[in-house]
Nanobody, 125 residues
Framework: QVQLVESGGGSVQAGDSLTLSCATS????????RGWFRQSPGKEREGVAV????????DYSSSVEGRFTISRDNGRNTVYLQMNSLKPEDTAIYYC??????????????????WGQGTQVTVSS
């Protein structure tokens, strides 16, 4: 049974920081990619950050690079998203995902086949 459960969302003001967590279980070994996506009303789901479960490679969307950091715990069962200098445009439901890639799809929905239920992040000015 595959599970991805996000937590840590909330309401903050612009400039604040927030850390999201994703507890995972039962993910097949083939799903090496771990990603964070977000979706706001009326928009398509977009990739925010990605890391490889077996390595330290990371990538970020241009809109968050330099402000967000993706990481894993030592047991590789939990994925984190540290969000700094939050902006109102960061407001969205944030989803944790796992999938097989490939690398070219690392920030695309089609690269993932396991999804959490999402956690709401609201940034006010």
């Amino acid at each position: 049974q595959v599970q991805l459960v996000e937590s840590g969302g909330g309401s903050v003001q612009a400039g604040d920081s927030l850390t999201l967590s994703c507890a995972t279980s039962g993910i097949p070994d083939s799903a090496y990619f771990r990603g964070w996506f977000r979706q706001s009303p009326g928009k398509e789901r977009e990739g925010v950050a990605v890391t490889l479960n077996a390595g330290g490679d990371t990538d970020y969307s241009s809109s968050v690079e330099g402000r967000f950091t993706i990481s894993r715990d030592n047991g590789r069962n939990t994925v984190y998203l540290q969000m700094n200098s939050l902006k109102p445009e960061d407001t969205a439901i944030y989803y944790c995902a796992a999938g097989p890639g490939p690398w070219s799809s690392r920030l695309l929905v089609r690269g993932y086949n396991y999804w959490g239920q999402g956690t709401q992040v609201t940034v006010s000015s």
